[in-house]
């Protein structure tokens, strides 16, 4: 059984900054590319940001780019995201999953083994 959870989540002032991690059992890292989702409330889920197993290819979004940081850690089963200079805007519940099917890395139905979520909230 796979299970998934992210952590580091919390209250935070703008311009602050929050290291989110995502670990999972029953999955091996290393087999798949991963990526960060975020889903402020009432919106959708849109893609963050994306690494392949190898981590020398990354991808972000306009919005978070320059300011976030992925990165994997294939030994300990981890996924890093280090979000500096937090917006207001970055508000959301963040989640970490896994590449499932081919196709664009921000559409999150290419995703699976999702785990609950951490939530971000930027105060300004």
């Known amino acids: 059984q796979v299970q998934v959870e992210e952590s580091g989540g919390g209250l935070v002032q703008a311009g602050g900054s929050l290291r989110l991690s995502c670990t999972a059992s029953g999955l091996t890292f290393d087999n798949y590319n991963l990526a960060w989702f975020r889903q402020p409330s009432g919106k959708e889920r849109e893609g963050v940001s994306y690494?392949?197993?190898?981590?020398?290819?990354?991808y972000y979004a306009d919005s978070v780019k320059g300011r976030f940081t992925i990165s994997r850690d294939n030994a300990k089963n981890t996924l890093y995201l280090q979000m500096n200079r937090l917006k207001p805007e970055d508000t959301a519940m963040y989640y970490c999953?896994?590449?499932?099917?081919?196709?664009?890395?921000?559409?999150?139905?290419?995703?699976?083994?999702w785990g609950q979520g951490t939530q971000v909230t930027v105060s300004s």
């Open positions: 690494i392949l197993p190898n981590s020398r290819t990354t």
């Open positions: 999953a896994a590449q499932i099917r081919g196709g664009p890395w921000y559409n999150s139905r290419n995703f699976g083994y």
